[in-house]
């Protein structure tokens, strides 16, 4: 029976959320060791469910968010080695990934076919987001431009970085004004908004007065309902919280065993969570590690973004 991509290397732990957004730490229950070794590239969640994308894998396996227990696996055929982004649909039932190889986005079908859909993009396509319209955002950071596509594949919206003066996008989430927050990989990294023509209206500089420091090769964002934005700041082992005018940031404090290590994707889960996927290193060098954890401070509110937690139980996964 082959081996999933948890059980190929993972330190599964489940810990008990002590308050809900009040929560100053938490509390580790069991442990579950694997052994072996194998690379995450994208993780996303809907209602719940957990959706796990490997490197060089042409399947998605799909796990419990209760009990982290493999569900079943969508095969994705021509699928490329690097999928670095996934995206899930509740209104159209239906898994987006990117396929950075073959600059294609892979639509699969969740009601029960299974049925997959591809169509060509925009050069080397990376993070991923569905907009208020149930449309699918792309970054593609080879050709430097935004994309977004009907859930059929009908390209709605292009947007050429290269008026606005910016490269590397990874990742894109269209905020509620219609612009789009867009984070560069890039060092000094970059945060910017564009508007939905392609014309720059901001990004974010560091504050003089601001201990924060500059960002290094940001990876992913995550936005909240009033548009404040959590930022991977990946090489500078943190998350960041910048308000949406993207005059501010301060680091958002975290309660993690290890501290975060080169955060590269966000999920908000709820009022009280987000998921982290990090590196972890170690003596046999990098692999990953995905964790739920909860903020320390008590200033944060978010809504509930794809999955909601039924129980006092999150869960937190580690490659050893």
């Not at 993070?127 to 950071?141: E, T």
């Not at 420091?213 to 548009?227: E, I």
Request: net charge positive; with cysteine.
């Amino acid at each position: 029976m082959p081996l999933t991509c948890l059980q190929l290397g993972m330190l599964i732990v489940i810990v008990t959320l002590l308050t809900a957004v009040k929560s100053t730490a938490t509390t580790m229950t069991r442990v579950i060791p694997f052994k072996g070794s194998i690379g995450v590239t994208a993780v996303t969640s809907l209602d719940d469910e957990v959706f796990v994308a490997c490197q060089n894998s042409q399947h998605i396996e799909v796990y419990d968010a209760g009990s982290f227990t493999l569900q079943r696996r969508l095969t994705v055929p021509g699928l490329g080695a690097y999928c670095f982004g996934l995206a899930a649909c509740i209104s159209d039932n239906c898994l987006y990934a990117s396929d950075w190889h073959n600059d294609s986005i892979h639509r699969v079908d969740l009601s029960g076919s299974n049925a997959v859909k591809t169509w060509s993009v925009a050069g080397c396509p990376r993070g991923l987001s569905v907009n208020k319209a149930h449309n699918i955002v792309m970054a593609c950071r080879g050709a430097n431009k935004l994309q977004e596509y009907t859930t059929h594949g009908t390209l709605v919206k292009e947007i050429s970085l290269e008026q606005a003066g910016l490269t590397k996008p990874w990742h894109a989430v269209q905020l509620s004004t219609g612009d789009y927050v867009i984070c560069h990989s890039t060092s000094p990294g970059v945060v910017s908004v564009v508007g939905v023509d392609g014309q720059f209206v901001r990004s974010y500089v560091q504050s003089q007065s601001s201990d924060v420091g500059q960002m290094k090769y940001p990876r992913s964002l995550a936005v909240t309902k009033n548009d404040d934005i959590l930022v991977a700041d990946s090489d500078n082992n943190r998350i960041l919280s910048v308000d949406r005018s993207l005059s501010s940031a301060q680091v958002l404090a975290l309660s993690v065993d290890g501290g975060i290590q080169e955060p590269c994707i966000l999920n908000l889960l709820s009022v009280a969570m987000v998921r982290i996927l990090h590196f972890y290193k170690s003596k046999m060098g990098r692999t990953f590690i995905i964790r739920d954890v909860s903020p320390r401070s008590t200033t944060y509110t978010w809504p509930i973004v794809n999955l909601q937690i039924k129980s006092n139980q999150i869960k937190f996964i580690r490659h050893k």
